[in-house]
T-cell receptor, first 112, second 112 residues
């Protein structure tokens, strides 16, 4: 069966520090991968999506970047965090068309 | 990014009551999905709808894909305390990226 792993679960980082969040998927090949941010426990904002290795599309201008070095690995990064980068970050995968996403358990990032 | 209009924003009900929430869009979707998010977790898929007019149930949950393909609703019958959470609708048009457009969420609180 397919599983998605996301870590760490929580992270407190100072302003100006770098960030690396990792997401891996098991049990499937060539998934579409997505990074979402959720602020204040409400709306889900799509940050990045990837349809293949090295293929990254950004949805909104921001202080973050994403990479997909392997088929089932998706990384969210920042060189220098801002206070406004705080939030709940969710990774998700999907395969095929017309299918929903399966989400990871999320990372709660607090920038202080 | 685009979000779907979801209402109500929040609901505070007594255990045993029925709940209804809906989602509308200005454009057509090929798939409608409903997710539930527990506090501190990623959203989990509840129901997926693939055809206009389709009515699908999952236990106490019933969802419908609107005839116009621009709306969907979710009903929860006989609510229980574990129904607490945020419910999101999501629309999908298909295509290579398989992107989901999420609703703004409905926060449900159930008082025992």
């Amino acid at each position: 069966s397919q599983t998605i792993h996301q870590w760490p679960a929580t992270l407190v980082q100072p302003v100006g520090s770098p960030l690396s969040l990792e997401c891996t998927v098991e049990g499937t090949s060539n998934p579409n991968l997505y990074w979402y941010r959720q602020a204040a426990g409400r709306g889900l904002q799509l940050l990045f999506y990837s349809i293949g290795i090295g293929q990254i599309s950004s949805e909104v201008p921001q202080n973050l970047s994403a990479s997909r070095p392997q088929d089932r690995q998706f990384i969210l990064s920042s060189k220098k965090l801002l206070l406004s980068d705080s939030g709940f970050y969710l990774c998700a995968w999907s395969i095929g068309q017309g299918n929903g996403y399966t989400f990871g358990s999320g990372t709660r990032l607090t920038v202080v | 990014g685009q979000q779907l209009n979801q209402s109500p924003q929040s609901m505070f009900i007594q255990e045993g009551e029925d709940v209804s929430m809906n989602c509308t869009s200005s454009s057509i979707f090929n798939t409608w999905l409903w997710y539930k998010q527990d506090p501190g977790e990623g959203p989990v898929l509840l129901i997926a709808l693939y055809k206009a007019g389709e009515l699908t149930s999952n236990g106490r949950l019933t969802a419908q894909f609107g005839i116009t393909r621009k709306d969907s609703f979710l009903n929860i019958s006989a609510s229980i305390p574990s129904d607490v959470g945020i419910y999101f609708c999501a629309g999908q048009r298909g295509g290579a990226t398989n992107k989901l457009i999420f609703g703004t969420g409905t926060l449900l609180a159930v008082q025992p």
